[in-house]
Nanobody, 114 residues
């Protein structure tokens, strides 16, 4: 299993970013996909999930209404659209094929700061 997130960067509060994750080594279209994050000095936190068909989605309360998870099964890629970003969203973001993140790959750093 290989999962490599990208799309992070420095953004001002209120801004937006779209994260992507290149997935390989497993049958992507058969699996739930998950986004997680880990802020500096804190534990790993589940952010969002999407079912294999891309129809059913779940969000952690802190991001509900601001983040949107999606996927393109033809491209083996999950996405995380992040809007109205806050300083507390600053973290290393990972995608994984399990909710705890045991299968997470390389993350992408999101820094929200003015």
């Amino acid at each position: 299993v290989q999962l490599q997130a990208s799309g992070g960067g420095l953004v001002q509060p209120g801004g937006s970013l779209r994260l992507s994750c290149a997935a390989s080594g497993f049958t992507f279209s058969n699996n739930y996909m998950y986004w997680l994050r880990q802020a500096p000095g804190k534990g790993r936190e589940w952010v969002s999930s999407i079912n294999p068909a891309g129809i059913i989605t779940y969000y952690a309360d802190p991001v509900k209404g601001r983040f949107t998870i999606s996927r393109d099964n033809a491209k083996n890629t999950p996405y995380l659209q992040m809007n109205s970003l806050k300083s507390e969203d600053t973290a290393l973001y990972y995608c994984a094929k399990d909710r705890l993140g045991a299968t997470r790959g390389q993350g992408t750093l999101v820094t929200v700061s003015s």
